[in-house]
């Protein structure tokens, strides 16, 4: 597809960008529209033109003539014979280019899918504050275009050839530039330049019958146990103050402050007897409540421990400014 875009790339250029006709005879007669005769026959499938040597029928002008006036009353709101010399719109022309890129679009194989021109009817009869697809515009726009003799089948056609145009200039620009041949020949290289490799595979099941010697590699080992260790990077001396070292104490305290068996009692009454298990199972009450002292006695040594190691922390730290004073005397 690429080799064919730059075949015609400067073709396209011109179509799209300067709107300037290329290479298009068309002979036109007074009926087109009317559904009078033509050169190459009679009716809307008379031949009237050609481009590229391909026939254009009266059909195929009328469906473009009118694309060309949706086109413009959907933009400005009145129609070209109304407003078109007011704003340097030129029928006849458009409707020339509107065939020739029409043409380009079959040739390039661009098939529109419903859903796509379903999208851009929503798009198109949107409100523009919600962006939701509002019947009421579209019946407007039907019911405005009707005294022209047009349908919902012209406007189904226009829409469905809006999207295929819109694809053609997507499929020939990048980031809205023209694609250039050397930008399409390193996209199509990426796409379909084959390359050769060779490979050469060691598997480890084709050297299974070779063996392992372990004494020789635990002696090597044991011969270089120097290359192989890690040295000490930091030392660490620490003092633990266990929880458990002051159960004791915590329950001395808690007795001191409460009753410690009428907060146990309390504290099983509230959290509810089924809150208390031991491998899925509910405890019963003696077993229950022991588990509760359990946690009360060690949530307390925990708090007296924290508190020694605060008094102790404090004392190091005398005792460090001490030494580092005695040193500098």
Do not use: C
Not at 22 to 42: K, N, Y
Not at 241 to 259: D, G
Request: hydrophobic letters at 35%; zero cysteines; glycine letters at 8%.
């Amino acid at each position: 597809m690429f080799a064919h875009i730059r075949k015609h790339q400067q073709w396209l250029f011109i179509v799209i960008i300067a709107v300037v006709i290329v290479s298009f005879v068309v002979f036109f007669t007074p009926s087109v529209g009317t559904g009078g005769g033509g050169g190459g026959g009679t009716g809307s499938s008379a031949t009237i033109g050609t481009i590229n040597d391909q026939p254009v029928t009266q059909q195929e002008y009328y469906d473009a003539y009118k694309d060309v006036a949706l086109q413009f009353f959907s933009q400005t709101g009145s129609w070209p014979d109304q407003m078109g010399a007011q704003y340097g719109f030129d029928q006849d022309q458009m409707t020339t280019r509107q065939l020739l890129l029409l043409r380009k679009v079959k040739e390039m194989g661009i098939v529109t899918s419903d859903k796509t021109v379903a999208d851009w009817k929503v798009n198109f009869y949107a409100d523009q504050e919600t962006g939701t697809f509002q019947q009421e515009y579209y019946d407007r726009f039907l019911e405005a275009i009707k005294p022209r003799g047009l349908t919902e089948a012209d406007l189904d056609r226009y829409a469905e050839n809006v999207v295929g145009i819109g694809q053609l200039t997507s499929l020939v620009s990048l980031s809205g530039e023209m694609v250039t041949p050397s930008e399409a020949e390193r996209v199509y290289k990426e796409r379909n330049q084959q390359a050769t490799t060779m490979a050469l595979l060691f598997s480890r099941t084709n050297h299974m019958s070779a063996g392992q010697d372990l004494v020789g590699m635990e002696e090597y080992f044991t011969n270089n146990m120097a290359v192989y260790r890690v040295e000490e990077k930091r030392k660490i001396r620490y003092v633990k103050f266990a929880a458990t070292n002051y159960l004791a104490e915590a329950e001395t305290q808690l007795n001191a402050s409460t009753n410690l068996q009428a907060m146990i009692d309390e504290i099983y009454t509230t959290r509810g007897t089924n809150s208390f298990t031991e491998n899925g199972e509910v405890l019963a009450e003696d077993k229950a409540k022991e588990q509760i002292r359990n946690e009360e006695l060690e949530t307390k040594g925990l708090e007296i421990a924290e508190e020694a190691t605060r008094k102790f922390m404090s004392g190091f730290a005398k005792f460090e400014a001490y030494s580092s004073g005695a040193l500098e005397q």
